[in-house]
């Protein structure tokens, strides 16, 4: 954090714009102010390209009552934030500003700027919603039903105050301590919306900071409010945790409070150590979140990637997915945990169950059930393949099926085998490290010589039908698939002359003549 003079404050507001919106606040007679997000990580030296204006009449008898589905559209013209922002319209003529007469809200837009209008106001909520009803009200009303203190400070535009900063909750206090404190109590934030549950970790989590012991024990208190929230706006929240620089403090803090109980129990269903003659198995649910931070670090920056078609381009989205795998990598270890007496606790086919656990684990949280999902699927069911190959004498045959099946995401695969290597014993994780690097070159010099990643068998199935006269039967499936093992097997090269041979020679096993 920076500790800001007023001469750095005025400096960082010296912005046409800035100008431009505190003047006509000053011919309307409103006061403006800048608040939230944008301040905060002004003093945390962070980009921030958000702006929220929040906007109040002078004379407190020009406020009104209204719903936010309010229709009267004299009155939500009357609203402050609109007022500021149609003024504004008149005056940037190639701006887009769009308003929302319903919400009392607008937005500009210019040159990579986004600028929310909206007036202060104070809230009042029913039980079983988070929608609030809303009045107009003062900047000090404003303050107190942000979120946290230090998204509640804000900094003045008006001529006269130009760049003073308001902070009634010592939000820079709580900057400078690394604190995440509610501004009122925080019992009464997080009933009346409980979206600030997930906010209040998420938050913690992005800044490394530290949750108030009052406010953390508040979470405890008010977690199963948490169930009135929509599953997107969770998953959204839960999303920006995951992309976190190290997810596993969030998780670990949604754990403590309980609210990944309730939200995830798959998750919560790793934990624990059982122990049965002398022997015990490590605690999956740290053992992920060491994998999952060994992955944040590995996919943080632009660099780390070489794919990223099947995301359109996007490295975040390629990350967040890729963590998701590595949080979902053991999910399969509690239904496929089993006892035995020679070789102790095992998690035998632990990788498919896993698999085959995904949909409905996504369809609940209403994660994407698209190519997404599939792709997070596909990590989790191979991600044992290359540590059983490391283990063992790593064959051509082996890493040519391993290249087969996990095609372009073979490098994500094997970055997410190489953050599982968790061992404490450092022997035994070295000898992994060296194998893996055997299993690396091996897949470099196999695909060089073989071509088989994302491979199709040189003949196809329309030419096995014309070739032998056959309408769509399993016969021309027990073909290809032969083709595709001799190749993969390393038995004939992946070109069409020696397939075609071996297919002639195994359509007579079924009794197939060629036309």
């Given at each position: 954090m920076k500790n800001l003079s007023s001469k750095d404050i005025e400096k960082a507001l010296d912005h046409p714009v800035f100008h431009l919106i505190g003047d006509t606040a000053d011919e309307l007679d409103l006061e403006c102010y800048v608040i939230g997000g944008w301040v905060r990580d002004l003093f945390l030296e962070r980009p921030s390209k958000d702006i929220d204006i929040v906007v109040a009449f002078k004379n407190p008898k020009d406020n009104y009552i209204a719903s936010?589905?309010?229709?009267?559209?004299?009155?939500?013209?009357?609203?402050?934030?609109?007022?500021?922002?149609?003024?504004?319209?008149?005056?940037?003529?190639?701006?887009?500003?769009?308003?929302?007469?319903?919400?009392?809200?607008?937005?500009?837009?210019?040159?990579?700027?986004?600028?929310?209008?909206?007036?202060?106001?104070?809230?009042?909520?029913?039980?079983?919603?988070?929608?609030?009803?809303?009045?107009?009200?003062?900047?000090?009303?404003?303050?107190?039903?942000?979120?946290?203190?230090?998204?509640?400070?804000?900094?003045?535009?008006?001529?006269?105050?130009?760049?003073?900063?308001?902070?009634?909750?010592?939000?820079?206090?709580?900057?400078?301590?690394?604190?995440?404190?509610?501004p009122l109590d925080p019992d009464i934030t997080f009933s009346d919306d409980p979206l600030r549950m997930m906010r209040c970790i998420r938050f913690a989590t992005q800044l490394n900071f530290d949750i108030e012991e009052e406010t953390f024990d508040a979470l405890s208190r008010n977690k199963e409010r948490i169930k009135i929230i929509s599953g997107e706006r969770i998953a959204d929240e839960l999303n920006k945790i995951m992309l976190s620089p190290a997810p596993s403090k969030g998780l670990v803090d949604l754990d403590r409070c309980g609210l990944l109980e309730i939200i995830f129990p798959e998750l919560t269903a790793l934990q624990g150590v059982e122990k049965r003659n002398g022997r015990a198995h490590k605690d999956n649910f740290y053992h992920t979140l060491e994998v999952l931070d060994n992955v944040a670090k590995a996919t943080t920056g632009k660099d780390w990637c070489k794919n990223t078609e099947a995301f359109d381009g996007d490295i975040k989205e390629h990350a967040l997915w890729l963590r998701w795998a590595a949080l979902l990598h053991d999910i399969g270890k509690p239904k496929s945990k089993r006892?035995?007496?020679?070789?102790?606790?095992?998690?035998?086919?632990?990788?498919?169950?896993?698999?085959?656990?995904?949909?409905?684990?996504?369809?609940?949280?209403?994660?994407?059930?698209?190519?997404?999902?599939?792709?997070?699927?596909?990590?989790?069911?191979?991600?044992?393949?290359?540590?059983?190959?490391?283990?063992?004498?790593?064959?051509?045959?082996?890493?040519?099926?391993?290249?087969?099946?996990?095609?372009?995401?073979?490098?994500?695969?094997?970055?997410?085998?190489?953050?599982?290597?968790?061992?404490?014993?450092?022997?035994?994780?070295?000898?992994?490290?060296?194998?893996?690097?055997?299993?690396?070159?091996?897949?470099?010099?196999?695909?060089?010589?073989?071509?088989?990643?994302?491979?199709?068998?040189?003949?196809?199935?329309?030419?096995?039908?014309?070739?032998?006269?056959?309408?769509?039967?399993?016969?021309?499936?027990?073909?290809?698939?032969?083709?595709?093992?001799?190749?993969?097997?390393?038995?004939?090269?992946?070109?069409?002359?020696?397939?075609?041979?071996?297919?002639?020679?195994?359509?007579?096993?079924?009794?197939?003549?060629?036309?």
């Open positions: 936010e589905d309010a229709d009267n559209k004299e009155e939500q013209g009357s609203r402050p934030g609109i007022m500021l922002a149609e003024a504004l319209r008149k005056k940037l003529k190639k701006a887009h500003i769009a308003i929302y007469r319903n919400f009392g809200t607008a937005q500009l837009k210019s040159k990579g700027v986004e600028i929310e209008f909206v007036g202060a106001r104070k809230e009042s909520y029913d039980r079983n919603s988070r929608k609030p009803i809303t009045e107009d009200g003062t900047l000090e009303e404003d303050q107190n039903r942000r979120d946290f203190t230090i998204n509640a400070m804000a900094l003045c535009l008006n001529k006269d105050r130009f760049g003073e900063l308001v902070d009634p909750f010592d939000g820079i206090r709580d900057l400078e301590d690394k604190i995440i404190a509610t006892w035995d007496n020679v070789t102790g606790w095992t998690f035998h086919n632990h990788n498919d169950i896993g698999e085959r656990m995904i949909p409905n684990i996504f369809r609940r949280m209403k994660l994407p059930m698209n190519e997404k999902m599939k792709y997070v699927q596909k990590l989790v069911g191979l991600h044992m393949r290359p540590i059983v190959i490391a283990d063992e004498e790593v064959t051509d045959s082996a890493v040519r099926r391993l290249l087969f099946e996990a095609g372009d995401d073979i490098d994500d695969l094997m970055l997410l085998c190489t953050a599982d290597i968790t061992s404490k014993n450092a022997d035994k994780k070295q000898r992994f490290i060296d194998n893996f690097k055997l299993v690396r070159q091996k897949l470099i010099d196999i695909e060089e010589k073989d071509r088989v990643r994302n491979f199709q068998p040189p003949v196809s199935g329309e030419e096995i039908m014309e070739m032998f006269g056959l309408k769509p039967c399993r016969e021309i499936g027990i073909l290809k698939t032969a083709i595709k093992d001799a190749i993969l097997d390393g038995n004939i090269p992946n070109e069409y002359e020696p397939a075609r041979q071996l297919l002639i020679e195994e359509a007579k096993k079924l009794g197939l003549e060629a036309k």
